[in-house]
């Protein structure tokens, strides 16, 4: 089975075009090749492995520093908010001085810092560590989705879009488990170890096979008030706007489903937390494998038609929840079922939402991947929280953010295709 993924993964990729690394030539370079694109994917998944795999360590790691449930889970705040900042840096900065050089220097930070997070003597150190570790793995996340936009365009880049999507879902799915098999055997601090290690490999692979996708004649010029110009360019763009917050909402809908799901599945429906962890793992599962059905898709379908059906996917299933859950007629396998839909429908929306935004802004890649990113976090972070406000097990309030979420982010996706913005 895996053998037969990876040929369709290959055929994708050879459909795109010459797998030539070419330099830049009259502005036009070669597709990236399919293990350049797996380098760019794994290297923006490390942050996702660095919030999922710590995870089962949480209650060892409270223990081990003495410290207050709160302070423990600002350490996981902290590394949002650097996250979401270090975008909103390393892209606009990436505009004016290239990809590949920001690049290796955030990812050897992020390395360092995710060593000392191993060796934080407390939990205010640690919290302060996971700030920098955010920030500074924010480059890969930002940097990697630049120089596809650099290469790419287009149906091309829905395509490749879907499929470094369809790759970095293996981080969700893999992260728990090993992150609890390494708790087991290691402790929390081995957690850290092991993304340390991790990062210096993708350290040294970016070092390699990463060539700048930038070159100088591309470049934007004039210090930081060019930074600030191109910046307020891309926030103006009506078209670029409308499919950002495509993107935000629609994530948001999965940040609440995380926020609520282990309360209503395990208090409310008796599911244990093995299971749960099962049905977290085949939800992630689903996105992967309709990023990748995007990614072979996106040759014969437009990237607006693909969002398009992921939208009503997450639409319909947040709706049904939320009708069910106000007539109290919610089962467990009714619930498993639509948390699937709506967490698998995210596979046909980032990627082509993420390509049609940043092809808005063709010559700012870097503000514009950098804005979507921090997007993603901060709409997340503010929405999230909110399906704890009538207390755990709300399925009506939980239904309520998911839907009205997925509505916003719909109307953002309609609002954006009925605009004339001119590119940034």
């Known amino acids: 089975m895996m053998k037969d993924q990876a040929g369709s993964i290959s055929q994708t990729v050879d459909?795109?075009?010459?797998?030539?690394?070419a330099g830049h030539t009259h502005g036009v370079q070669a597709p990236p090749s399919l293990f350049l694109v797996v380098v760019l994917a794994a290297v923006s998944a490390i942050p996702q492995l660095a919030i999922d795999i710590y995870l089962p360590g949480l209650p060892q790691l409270a223990r081990d520093l003495g410290a207050e449930a709160f302070a423990v889970q600002l350490t996981l705040t902290a590394f949002m908010v650097g996250l979401a900042a270090g975008q909103l840096v390393f892209g606009p900065l990436s505009d004016q001085f290239g990809r590949r050089g920001l690049m290796l220097w955030g990812?050897?930070?992020?390395?360092?810092?995710?060593?000392l997070c191993a060796l934080a003597p407390n939990v205010e150190i640690l919290i302060l560590l996971r700030f920098l570790q955010g920030a500074s793995g924010a480059a890969g996340v930002v940097l990697a989705r630049a120089v596809l936009a650099d290469r790419t365009s287009g149906r091309q880049a829905a395509r490749l879009f879907s499929l470094m999507m369809a790759i970095q879902g293996i981080a969700p799915v893999a992260a728990p488990l090993i992150g609890g098999v390494v708790v087991e055997l290691m402790g929390w601090r081995g957690?850290?170890?092991?993304?340390?290690?991790?990062?210096?490999?993708?350290?040294?692979?970016?070092?390699l096979f990463v060539r700048e996708s930038l070159p100088p004649d591309r470049r934007q010029a004039g210090g930081l008030a060019a930074l600030l110009r191109s910046t307020a360019e891309?926030?103006?763009?009506?078209?670029?706007?409308g499919y950002c917050l495509a993107v935000g909402f629609g994530l948001a809908a999965m940040f609440a489903y995380i926020a609520g799901s282990p309360f209503i599945l395990q208090n409310?429906?008796?599911?244990?937390?093995?299971?749960?962890?099962?049905?977290?793992?085949?939800?992630?599962?689903?996105?992967?494998?309709?990023?990748?059905?995007s990614a072979r898709l996106a040759g014969r379908v437009s990237p607006q038609a693909l969002l398009g059906?992921?939208?009503?996917?997450?639409?319909?299933?947040?709706?049904?929840?939320?009708?069910?859950?106000?007539?109290g007629a919610g089962s467990l396998a009714g619930t498993l079922v639509l948390f699937f839909v709506l967490v698998a429908g995210l596979g046909l929306i980032l990627g082509n939402a993420t390509a049609l935004a940043i092809e808005q802004a063709p010559r700012a890649a870097g503000t514009a991947a950098a804005v979507i990113g921090a997007a993603e976090f901060l709409i997340g972070a503010v929405v999230a929280p909110l399906v704890g406000l009538g207390g755990t097990g709300n399925e009506a309030l939980l239904g309520?953010?998911?839907?009205?979420?997925?509505?916003?982010?719909?109307?953002?996706?309609?609002?954006?295709g009925a605009g004339r913005g001119k590119a940034a």
């Open 15 to 21: 459909a795109v075009g010459p797998q030539k690394e």
């Open 107 to 115: 990812s050897a930070v992020c390395a360092l810092a995710t060593l």
């Open 191 to 207: 957690v850290f170890g092991v993304l340390a290690g991790a990062a210096v490999v993708l350290w040294l692979l970016t070092l």
């Open 234 to 241: 891309v926030l103006r763009n009506r078209r670029f706007l």
């Open 268 to 293: 409310l429906y008796g599911l244990s937390p093995g299971w749960y962890s099962v049905a977290f793992a085949v939800n992630a599962a689903g996105i992967a494998v309709l990023s990748a059905v």
């Open 309 to 327: 059906a992921g939208q009503l996917l997450m639409l319909g299933a947040a709706g049904s929840y939320l009708v069910l859950a106000l007539l």
């Open 400 to 416: 309520l953010v998911m839907f009205a979420s997925v509505l916003i982010a719909v109307a953002s996706a309609l609002w954006a």
